[in-house]
């Protein structure tokens, strides 16, 4: 069982263009993280979303955790080929000694010149 | 200095044989994990390690052995190499959140593992 659903998973657009890429989960998470991931690298944090309904903006990255703490979503505006990557989302549990952070399938964005 | 870092980055090697994939951070961190990155992409956890000790295992087969020799070290080695194990394999590790507190991992570049 997938926890976490991301959509979509391809995505292709001009430079300039906003998108918004959605990661939906029907299990509650203490936090939501987005990565990005380029080829032949390991996944990079751009920013964690702590809080249930908490929107952090980095530059022209937007960043949404709903309040009922399942489903999360990032924005971009006036994208750039450098944003070019796969964009992982994963959500965080802890408690009971452990502390696990679980993937979504990602989202695979392409931003044409 | 590289604060998470795996050898090697890519390994080829004929079924059966027994690998190793070394893993180190710098970072101070108390945790550490093996994901395994298919070729559709999916990130899935194998194992945590917190301060030397196995926290997660996923259900992996247990041709598949971690071993943390100290808490900045997290070395994974896998016998009786099968087709289905090639894959991209990354080594990542983070504060222990503890307490609730949530907490980023970072990530090493991956080892690109091909059984032929």
């Known amino acids: 069982t997938q926890l976490l659903e991301q959509s979509p998973q391809f995505l292709s657009i001009q430079e300039g263009e906003n998108l918004t890429v959605y990661c939906n989960s029907s299990?509650?998470?203490?936090?939501l993280q987005w990565y990005r991931q380029e080829p032949g690298e390991g996944p990079v944090l751009p920013v964690t979303?702590?809080?249930?309904?908490e929107v952090k903006k980095l530059k022209r990255l937007t960043f949404q955790f709903g309040d009922a703490r399942k489903d999360s979503s990032l924005h971009i505006t006036a994208a750039q080929t450098g944003d070019t990557g796969l964009y992982l989302c994963a959500g965080t549990r802890s408690g009971a000694g452990s502390y696990q952070l679980t993937f979504g399938k990602g989202t695979k964005l392409s931003v044409i010149p | 200095d590289t604060a998470v870092s795996q050898t090697p980055k890519y390994l080829v090697t004929q079924m059966g044989n027994d690998k190793s994939i070394k893993c180190e951070q710098n970072?101070?961190?108390?945790?550490m994990y093996w994901y395994k990155q298919d070729s559709k992409k999916f990130l899935k956890i194998m194992f945590s390690?917190?301060?030397?000790?196995?926290?997660i295992n996923e259900t992996v087969p247990n041709r598949f052995s971690p071993k943390s020799p100290d808490k900045a070290h997290l070395n994974l080695h896998i016998n009786s190499l099968e087709l289905g194990d090639s894959a991209v394999y990354f080594c990542?590790?983070?504060?222990?959140?503890?307490?609730?507190?949530?907490?980023?991992?970072?990530f090493g570049q991956g080892t690109r593992l091909t059984v032929v």
């Open positions: 990542a590790s983070s504060p222990y959140p503890g307490n609730g507190m949530n907490t980023e991992a970072f």
């Open positions: 979303v702590v809080t249930g309904g």
């Open positions: 299990s509650v998470f203490s936090s």
């Open positions: 390690y917190n301060n030397k000790e196995l926290i």
């Open positions: 970072l101070g961190h108390d945790t």
